[in-house]
């Protein structure tokens, strides 16, 4: 195994001093695995083809501006739910690793669509999987939750109190969108699903974090917002009640805030763990369009199979996107021990995040 890794630079020596003038670059605590992945979508579906019927909208527009071309949604009527979705990816990934609910020390949730504001989607899950006293919470960083939430999860696993975390993101963000003319600007984007991962503490010390870096920006939550109510508007923003509890997004300023920000935040992540981008194997990034992954991937001269996109099928599931991606590479055999992989996320708040793991 050793053999086939890639050469690595001082950041990943495990016994290598800490640099704590770089925020992001740790000293390397017990080794943490990513040993499972689950993934769950809705059963239904809505093509762009069934949006032309109920929205003036068409495939060509959808595809061009967005390579979006189906999305799964979840259907109340039918009892689905995000703890639900969340439950049956968790599922999925225990069975991948081979092991049961009881032997989970603790479940987080990245997720900003919870039933309700308490119990949290994480408490849902276990009351769903019939598991007592372990620890659960939910984390909202909206499009950059599992990412920020992998950085948290691994500061505790760091600790040597936990043995196994489950962390699942899932989104049921189409309760928020309006699907008419009027919402098509976001409406055509979003879909619902869930993904986890099972974390495992190990006596290797390589594989884990290299670097990770949080972001926000809370003025900039003017472009992308859900009002409750008039006093949940941004400053300045004209009280609509046609807008309460639908995403409002200006879609322009937030994608010159993605193009912008997502290939500085790849540099600083590198620059971080003293890595060229050709060094890592897998950018695993927050499906929001696929132009915004695009124009990164061209930045960095990455090839296509560095970059993995699915959108296509997906469309922007919110906290769900980046383990529904990891999963898929895991599923075909991608991923492999010793591979750097980094995630990273964009979206409200605003926030921004990455994590990026030797494997
Ligand atoms: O994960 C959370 C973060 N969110 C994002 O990353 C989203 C970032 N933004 C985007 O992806 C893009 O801004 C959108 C896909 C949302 C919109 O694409 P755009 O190229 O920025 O279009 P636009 O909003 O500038 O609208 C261009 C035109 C407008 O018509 P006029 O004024 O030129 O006549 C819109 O009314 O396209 C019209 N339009 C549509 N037409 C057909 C807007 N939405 C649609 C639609 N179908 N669904």
Not at 153 to 182: C, K, P, W
Not at 259 to 280: N, R, S, Y
Request: charged share 20%.
């Amino acid at each position: 195994m050793a053999d086939s890794q890639p050469p690595r630079s001082p950041a990943h020596d495990p016994n290598a001093a800490i640099n704590t003038a770089r925020p992001g670059v740790h000293a390397r605590p017990p080794g943490v695995r990513i040993i499972a992945s689950g993934i769950a979508v809705p059963e239904k579906t809505l093509t762009n083809s069934d949006l032309e019927k109920i929205m003036d909208t068409s495939d060509e527009w959808i595809v061009q501006r967005t390579g979006i071309r189906n999305r799964h949604i979840h259907d109340p009527q039918k009892g689905d739910s995000v703890s639900g979705l969340a439950t049956e990816a968790l599922r999925n990934a225990l069975q991948d690793a081979g092991m049961v609910p009881d032997d989970l020390d603790l479940i987080v949730v990245a997720t900003m669509t919870p039933e309700s504001p308490t119990p949290s989607v994480a408490c849902r899950v276990t009351t769903k999987l019939g598991v007592r006293n372990i620890g659960a919470f939910d984390l909202n960083a909206a499009c950059s939750g599992f990412v920020y939430a992998l950085n948290t999860v691994f500061g505790l696993m760091a600790t040597g109190a936990y043995r196994n975390i489950a962390l699942i993101g899932a989104d049921t963000i189409t309760q928020h969108v309006e699907y008419s003319t009027y919402g098509r600007g976001s409406a055509v984007l979003f879909g619902d699903a869930a993904g986890a991962v099972i974390l495992q503490r190990t006596d290797d010390p390589m594989p884990g974090l290299l670097a990770h870096i949080l972001h926000s920006d809370g003025p900039g939550s003017k472009d992308l917002y859900v009002p409750t109510d008039e006093r949940t508007l941004p400053e300045g923003v004209e009280y609509n009640p046609r807008h309460v509890n639908r995403v409002q997004m200006h879609g322009p300023a937030v994608f010159r805030f993605a193009v912008g920000t997502f290939p500085k935040l790849i540099e600083e992540t590198l620059e971080h763990a003293g890595l060229q981008a050709a060094d890592v194997d897998y950018y695993i990034c927050h499906q929001s369009n696929v132009r915004i992954l695009k124009a990164a991937q061209e930045r960095f001269g990455l090839e296509d199979r560095q970059f993995p996109i699915n959108i296509d099928r997906y469309g922007n599931t919110v906290a769900a996107s980046v383990p529904l991606v990891f999963h898929e590479l895991r599923q075909g055999g991608k991923i492999q021990p010793g591979q750097r992989v980094m995630f990273l996320g964009f979206g409200a708040g605003l926030t921004w995040a990455s994590s990026l793991w030797q494997l």
